[in-house]
């Protein structure tokens, strides 16, 4: 059975670094077509990719956000950290991982963490 | 960048009837990269659809996708209570960048 499952600060100051790790059983992230992605929702709105790192450690952001994002992995602890610089409060978010399958001929995400929700605030 | 975008961003109906929900991706897509998700509220998105067109495990065949090219569609054939949620659909693009989103539609009873 696949689970993921993020944990970091519900409350973050303008400015600060949000560290954000998803924590994963079910599968190995060292597999080939497997990958690890950082999601997140602002209340009300849609969703938005945030980043992606692969089985052979490739990583892949989205190109708005690029400057203040950093994924890694730590594959003996089965975990996947985010960490977001400069934080706003536009940044207020569910913040989900999910796990991205990268096949031969298919690429979705089928397995979600619940999600943690991260709000901005002084 | 690609962009998709979804039509309607409502969409309100009876249990019972058909509905039919587009994404519009802003230059052509594989089909293979297409996928779409439920997301009901207070739950993390649910993958739906993967390919464009092949459901995933739990879901009933009245959900179908199709679709390529720059159109796909996802198409419930009869509303049943349990799917009224909001719908995103999902590309990666033919060059794998990443995963991009559409805006969502909302489907609600009417």
């Known amino acids: 059975q696949v689970t993921l499952r993020e944990s970091g600060p519900a409350l973050v100051k303008p400015t600060q670094t949000l560290t954000l790790t998803c924590t994963f059983s079910?599968?190995?992230?060292?597999?080939?077509?497997?990958?690890v992605s950082w999601i997140r929702q602002p209340p009300g709105k849609a969703l938005e990719w945030l980043a992606l790192?692969?089985?052979?450690?490739?990583?892949y952001y989205n190109t708005s956000l690029k400057t203040r994002l950093s994924i890694s992995k730590d594959t003996s602890k089965n975990q996947v950290v985010l960490t977001m610089t400069n934080l706003d409060p536009v940044d207020t978010a569910t913040y989900f991982c999910?796990?991205?399958?990268?096949?031969?001929?298919?690429?979705?995400?089928?397995?979600w963490g619940q999600g943690t929700l991260v709000t901005v605030s002084s | 960048e690609i962009v998709l975008t979804q039509s309607p961003g409502t969409l309100s109906l009876s249990p019972g009837e058909r509905a039919t929900l587009s994404c519009r991706a802003s230059q052509s897509v594989d089909s293979s990269n297409l996928a779409w998700y439920q997301q009901k509220p207070g739950q993390a998105p649910r993958l739906l659809i993967y390919g464009a067109s092949s459901r995933a495990t739990g879901f009933p065949d009245r959900f179908s996708g199709s679709g390529s090219g720059t159109d796909f569609t996802l198409t419930i054939s009869r509303l049943e209570p349990e799917d009224f949620a909001v719908y995103y659909c999902q590309q990666s693009g033919r060059a794998f960048f990443g995963v991009t989103f559409g805006q969502g539609t909302r489907l609600e009873i009417k």
């Open positions: 790192i692969d089985w052979g450690d490739d990583k």
């Open positions: 999910a796990r991205l399958i990268r096949g031969n001929y298919y690429v979705y995400l089928d397995q």
């Open positions: 079910g599968f190995a992230l060292n597999t080939k077509g497997m990958c």
